[in-house]
């Protein structure tokens, strides 16, 4: 007796896709689960290849949502990882790790293993191991996901400064549509798979921003009504 496993068919994860994002930029993708989000950072981050179109992005630097910290080292050579990983002497990747913990306020933890940080600090840990590898271009995949959401707020107002200190053009992947309106200047709606641009929002508000600004209300309410009426398409399709 043999066995032949079933071949299944390849899934389309993302259709027609077009995006920019200016230099400087952050940019928010918000869209329901297996719409290819990820999917799409990946692309830019040329860790998968596009069956079709083009990508134009300067080199990119993925952090996923799991901070992925390494235990066995302390949060400074975390950091710094990607320095030596470029082979920096381990000197010099340690005072430039330094150097940015004491501008993002994470000064007095570059000692602590991974084990003695909140899910928070070692947030802040993995974002800077990602800004440490010098990309133009940043993709931060559900950053903040699995924090509660009073450390959640306190990590979306940390981001926000931590890019008023070293600017970045940065591409957002997010369920929370209320985070993606507080911190990104546009927002990019995607449909269910494959997922294609529903619509896209301009986020013309100075920071910090409040949650119950009639404005971050209105365009909260804009991009969750383009999701919804993108289910209820699907779901009058499948009938």
């Known amino acids: 007796m043999s066995y032949r496993p079933e071949r299944r068919a390849p899934v389309q994860a993302l259709s027609e896709v077009s995006l920019h994002a200016s230099e400087g930029e952050l940019l928010a993708v918000v869209g329901p689960s297996g719409c290819g989000k990820t999917t799409l950072l990946e692309l830019l981050c040329g860790l ?4 079709a179109g083009t990508i134009e992005c300067p080199p990119a630097a993925l952090m996923p949502q799991r901070d992925l910290l390494l235990p066995w080292l302390s949060a400074l050579d975390n950091a710094a990882v990607a320095l030596r ?24 933890f570059e000692q602590a293993r991974p084990y003695e940080l909140s899910g928070g600090m070692r947030q802040r840990v993995a974002f800077v191991r990602t800004l440490l590898s010098g990309k133009q271009v940043l993709c931060l995949d559900e950053p903040f996901g699995a924090l509660d959401a009073i450390t959640r707020a306190e990590m979306q107002n940390w981001l926000v400064a931590a890019l008023t200190q070293e600017p970045r053009t940065v591409v957002l992947v997010t369920h929370d549509v209320e985070e993606a309106v507080v911190l990104a200047d546009r927002v990019a709606v995607l449909s269910p798979r494959p997922g294609r641009v529903v619509t896209e ?11 119950t600004d009639p404005a971050v209300v209105a365009l909260r309410e804009q991009a969750l009504e383009a999701l919804g009426s993108e289910r209820t398409s699907e779901r009058e399709q499948v009938r």
Request: charge should be positive; avoid cysteine; aromatic fraction near 2%.
């Open 201 to 211: 929002l301009d986020v013309a508000l100075e920071h910090p921003r409040r949650r």
């Open 48 to 51: 998968r290849e596009p069956d």
């Open 85 to 108: 990983l470029a082979h920096m002497p381990k000197a010099q990747a340690r005072a430039r790790a330094s150097k940015v913990f004491a501008e993002l306020g994470l000064d007095g």
